[in-house]
Each structure stands twice: as C-alpha cells, then as structure tokens.
C-alpha cells in the first residue's frame, strides 16, 4: 500500500502538472482531480498499517509510516479543497498548485519512512522547494516574491548545515542506514558525532522555525496566499516532528538523550520568545507565523521527553493543530479574496458584520489559545503531561505559563472581531457556500476532538508504539 501511495502521489503530481495548462478555466475540476487522488491515498494509509519490513532498504513499512500517510493526505485533501475559495484566482493558474502540494506531500511522507539519512534530506528537500514555489507563487504578489527568496535562502542554510551534519555523523558511525548510525552511536558518543548531530538539529531547527532559526517564517507567511501559508504551517510540519521523533528512536542510538536536551532547551525559547513577539503584530499571517513558532515549540517539548507518551502528545498535537490552523487560514482566504486584508485593522467587528464566521473565528482562535473543550486545550495537557512523566518540571512551569501569556494576543484578535466596531463604509463580507462548509466542518472537528479524542489517542497510539 506505501508502495502504491508513493507512485500515486509522484505521477498524480506530473499528470496535474502537465495538464495544467488545460484546466486553468476550469479550477474545479483540477481540484477534483486532486482531491480524488488525495482522497484514494488518504484510504491506502488507512490500509497500509499492517505493513512491515523495508522498502528497497530505504523506505520503513509500518503503522507510523502508514499514519503519516493518512495525515498529510488529508492536509492534501483539504488543501485541494480550499483551493475552490479563490475560484481560480491563482495568478499562474491552479493546476501547478495542486501537483506542488501533492509534491510535497509526498516528500513528507518519504521523510517519515525513511531508514536512510540520504532519503530523508532528499525526501525533505522535495518538500521544501515545492514551498518554496507555492510561497512565491504569484509573482505579482506584494512581499511574495521578496517572501519566497528569503525563505529559499536561509531553508538552503539549514539544509547546508543538515548534510554537513550527516556527513559528519557519516564519518563517526560509517554508516547513513538508521540501525548503522544507532549502532555506532550505542556506547560511545564523540565530539566529531556531537558537532554533526548539531547541526543536524540545526538545519531541522531551520526547517520547523525554531527560534532562533525562525526568521523566514513571518515573511513567508505573510507574502503567500492564505491557503499556502495554511499548507506550509501544516504538512512540512507534521512530517518534520514525525521524521524528528523516528531519528531520536531509531538512528541517534545512545546520543538520543543529548539531542532530546538540545530540542527541549530550543522548544523552551521558542514558546517564550516566540509568544512575545507575538504580541507586537497587527498583520494576522504574521501573528499566526509566531503562533506556529510557538506551537512548534510545544511539539519540541513533547518530544525531549523521548517518550511513548510524549511522541503520542507530538501525535495529537499535530492532528488538533491541523484542522485548527487549516479552519483559520481558510477564513484568511476567503475573507482576501473577497477584498478584505488580512489585519486586525480590517477585521474590527467581522463578529457584528457576519455573526456565523466571527463565531467560528473565535472556535478556531481559542483552540490555538488551548482553551477547555476544544482540540488545542487537550493537546496542551497532552505535552504538559509528558513533561510531568519525564520530571522536567521547570520546563513544564515555564510553558504553562507561557500558555496563559498567550492568551493575551490570542484575545486580541477577539477583542477586535466582537467589541470594536466596524469602520464606517465596511463593505459586505463575500464569504462563498464553500467556503463556508469547510470551515464548518472543520470547526465541528476542533470540537469534537476536544470532547471525543479517545480515538485518535488509540490510533496514535497503535501507530507511534513501535518508536519506544
């Protein structure tokens, strides 16, 4: 079924590709198509689970290999989705966005499989440059093209710093195969493995904005189509914290306890630094790129612990902020591309204007502020309760307090939808049926997995057992 899923993914993305040009006066049925191709892999992850063994010695066939399927197919399918909001407003056309997206899912999926430190830069790579791309995509875009050189630059620093790292690991254990470089790395660790687990730690560090390794992330987000920006807070993400969690079982051997202090000391100052910096911004992607920095640094806290209840807290971490992130950056899109900048300036009173999207707006605001009954409040105990099991109990002080400090700019964003009043001439909020049904649907999810997340935890906790 891996097997199936990869050779989908990669032809599905040249078919949209090379069709592309045919379909640009007919985004929907694009869309179609991807979603379709989304939808059908999305089934196969679900199938694949009770695979094993090792795919041509570099692909890892198992229940977290099959989850990572599920998971970023379901970004995918949720992404080729919201790409009907804009109506096919993508300036290049919408089939190129489509097979990008399916490309770099595909490279998330192969990032977590991966048993070889080669496929895992190459996996990765795949999906940085086709985020690369979709970040600048439209070229007339102010701050986009600006956005996307940035991010390409320093994503090429930290991939510089990752292979040299690798070769550096390469040079100590003789070996790029996960069980050689844990071996290797079983009883004695040197400077020379230390220095290339780094920058290891730092090129990864790059590539999950970090702090401080963070600084593409504002200006991407904030240059990118909502929808985009939506897709690199999201899938990138989910496959680097999955990838990260099988290199500390799997490949960093008797050094796993070294790197899970480094992740914990970086998570730590990205919850901190990042939640401060948050307070400063009036753009909404700029906000939500240091809200995605700080989120990141709570998925680093859970997996220092190294743990079984850890690496399930990075699982439902992810699931929760998928449908949160994904439902919010909707509501961006569709709000843009009826005309309404993305500003807490402009949304003062979206709540008074459209009293049904203000509310929605708040369900996925508040989950991202972890508040009772909603998906973001459980994945918060979920990381504070495996600092308590690991005993890192300043840790745990430091980012519980972090979480009612983030309460502050979270409510700012409330504050202006529900008590400030409009501006006088505020033109009527062009919200399509689309978008609103998934935005919908996506917010009955954020609820439901506050209130019913047993199932998810079971399925995680199936697929991440064989970690630890």
Do not use: C
């Not at 904030?222 to 989910?238: D, H, I, N, R, W």
């Amino acid at each position: 079924m891996t097997l199936a899923v990869i050779v989908l993914l990669a032809f599905g993305g040249l078919v949209l590709a090379l069709l592309a040009p045919n379909f640009d006066d007919r985004p929907a049925a694009i869309g179609a198509i991807s979603g379709t191709v989304f939808g059908v892999a999305l089934l196969l992850g679900l199938l694949a689970g009770q695979e094993s063994g090792v795919l041509f010695g570099a692909v890892t066939l198992g229940p977290l290999t099959a989850a990572s399927i599920v998971l970023l197919s379901l970004v995918g399918l949720l992404v080729a989705a919201g790409a009907t909001i804009r109506g096919g407003g993508f300036a290049l056309g919408s089939g190129e966005v489509h097979a990008l997206v399916m490309w770099g899912v595909l490279g998330g999926i192969l990032l977590v499989g991966s048993a070889h430190l080669l496929i895992f830069y190459l996996a990765l790579e795949l999906s940085a440059y086709a985020t690369y791309v979709l970040v600048g995509y439209d070229r007339e875009r102010r701050f986009g093209t600006e956005a996307a050189a940035k991010y390409m630059m320093l994503g090429s620093v930290g991939s510089a710093l990752l292979l040299f790292g690798m070769a550096l690991v390469y040079a100590e254990t003789g070996s790029l195969g996960y069980g050689g470089i844990a071996a290797g790395l079983a009883y004695q660790t040197s400077g020379l493995a230390l220095g290339g687990l780094a920058l290891m730690l730092v090129g990864l560090g790059f590539k999950l904005a970090w702090v401080p390794f963070h600084a593409w992330a504002p200006d991407a987000y904030q240059g990118s189509f909502p929808l985009m920006a939506g897709f690199l807070s999201t899938a990138p993400k989910t496959a680097l914290a999955l990838g990260l969690a099988v290199l500390l079982a799997r490949a960093f051997g008797g050094a796993g306890s070294v790197v899970a202090g480094w992740i914990g000391g970086l998570a730590l100052v990205s919850v901190v630094l990042g939640s401060l910096w948050a307070l400063l911004q009036t753009d909404l992607k700029r906000l939500l790129a240091y809200s995605t920095i700080v989120h990141m640094g709570f998925l680093g806290l859970a997996l220092s612990t190294a743990s079984l209840t850890g690496f399930t807290a990075v699982g439902y971490y992810l699931v929760a902020y998928i449908v949160t992130s994904l439902g919010l950056f909707f509501v961006l899109e569709a709000l843009e591309a009826g005309g309404l900048p993305s500003t807490l300036e402009a949304w003062k009173g979206l709540g008074r204007r459209n009293a049904l999207v203000g509310v929605l707006v708040a369900v996925f605001v508040l989950s991202l502020a972890g508040v009772p009954l909603l998906a973001g409040f459980l994945a918060k105990i979920y990381v504070f309760a495996a600092l308590a099991q690991a005993g890192a109990w300043a840790a745990l002080v430091v980012a519980v307090v972090m979480v009612v400090f983030g309460y502050y700019f979270y409510f700012r964003v409330l504050a202006a939808v529900f008590l400030d009043a409009p501006a006088e001439g505020a033109p009527a909020l062009d919200f399509s049926p689309t978008a609103l049904s998934l935005v919908v649907l996506l917010a009955l999810a954020v609820v439901a997995l506050g209130v019913w997340p047993q199932p998810v935890l079971d399925w995680l906790q199936t697929a991440i057992a064989g970690l630890v």
